[in-house]
C-alpha cells in the first residue's frame, strides 16, 4: 500500500508556471507506477501525465504536451508535474494517483484500481 500527498497547486496567471509535487510514503514506493490526473468543474477526471515503475517511460494527454513535464525522485519518494504555458483551462484539482508495477495505459484507465491522493487546486486566471 502507497500513500500519496499533492502539494504545489495555487492561482497563476495564464502564461505562467507551477510545479506540482507528490509525496509517496509505504514500502516500495520507487515499483509504483505514478501519474496525474485532474478535474475540472463540471467534468469528468481526466488523465494528464504518467511515469512508469521502470524503464523511464513517461505518457502524456494531446492537451498537455509541451507545455508539462513530468518526472520522479525515487531517492525522494516524489513525483513532480512542471506545468509551464498554462492555459485558464488547465483550471482543475489535480489528483496524483499510484499502482504497483502496472503500465501506464493501465494506469490511466484503471481508475478504480488506483491509489489517489487528496488533490491540490490549480488555478489559472485568464
Known amino acids: 500500500q502507497v500513500q500519496l500527498v499533492e502539494s504545489g497547486g495555487g492561482l497563476v496567471q495564464a502564461g505562467g508556471s507551477l510545479r506540482l509535487s507528490c509525496a509517496a510514503s509505504?514500502?516500495?514506493?520507487?515499483?509504483?507506477?505514478m501519474g496525474w490526473f485532474r478535474r475540472a468543474p463540471g467534468k469528468e477526471r481526466e488523465f494528464v501525465a504518467g511515469f512508469r515503475w521502470s524503464g523511464g517511460n513517461t505518457a502524456y494527454a494531446d492537451s498537455v504536451k509541451g507545455r508539462f513535464t513530468i518526472d520522479r525522485d525515487n531517492a525522494k519518494s516524489t513525483l513532480y508535474l512542471q506545468m509551464n504555458s498554462l492555459k485558464p483551462e488547465d483550471t482543475a484539482v489535480y489528483y496524483c494517483?499510484?499502482?504497483?508495477?502496472?503500465?501506464?495505459?493501465?494506469?490511466?484507465?484503471?481508475?478504480?484500481?488506483?491509489?489517489w491522493g487528496q488533490g491540490t487546486q490549480v488555478t489559472v486566471s485568464s
Open positions: 509505504g514500502r516500495s514506493s520507487s515499483s509504483y507506477s
Open positions: 494517483a499510484a499502482q504497483f508495477r502496472q503500465e501506464l495505459r493501465i494506469l490511466a484507465s484503471a481508475t478504480d484500481k488506483n491509489y
